[in-house]
């Protein structure tokens, strides 16, 4: 017998952590009235207000590391493609 997990739509989250913001129900409260877990709704708590910190910067800060993710990335498959391409010359060579 499996366990189905409810999932949850951004915007059920989102209600969720705003009200958990706002403070004007316990965690407790909010997890009876939402049947969601206290932890769970602690973590979406966190997660919202981290995403705050950023929400005013435009999106500057996720695109910059969006963009060194993507270097470190391409970096690693231009090492990966010389260091093939060097076996390939060896290879050739001792034929």
Same mark, same amino acid.
């Given at each position: 017998? &499996?366990?189905?997990?409810?999932?949850? &739509?951004?915007? #059920?989250?989102? @209600? %969720?952590? %705003?009200?958990?913001? @706002?403070? *004007? @129900?316990?965690?407790? +409260?909010?997890? =009876?009235?939402?049947? %969601?877990?206290?932890? *769970?709704? /602690?973590?979406?708590? !966190?997660?919202?207000?981290?995403?705050? /910190?950023? =929400?005013? &910067?435009? =999106?500057?800060?996720?695109?910059?590391? /969006?963009?060194?993710?993507?270097?470190? &990335?391409?970096?690693?498959?231009? =090492?990966?493609? @010389?260091? +093939?391409?060097?076996?390939?010359? !060896?290879?050739?060579? #001792?034929?």
């Amino acid at each position: 017998m &499996s366990v189905q997990r409810k999932r949850y &739509s951004s915007e #059920e989250k989102t @209600k %969720v952590a %705003v009200e958990a913001i @706002k403070g *004007q @129900k316990t965690i407790n +409260e909010l997890a =009876g009235e939402y049947g %969601v877990h206290p932890t *769970q709704i /602690t973590q979406w708590k !966190k997660h919202a207000l981290e995403e705050i /910190t950023t =929400g005013f &910067s435009g =999106g500057r800060e996720r695109r910059e590391r /969006t963009d060194e993710a993507l270097v470190a &990335s391409l970096y690693q498959e231009i =090492g990966q493609l @010389k260091m +093939e391409m060097d076996w390939l010359k !060896k290879a050739n060579r #001792e034929r």
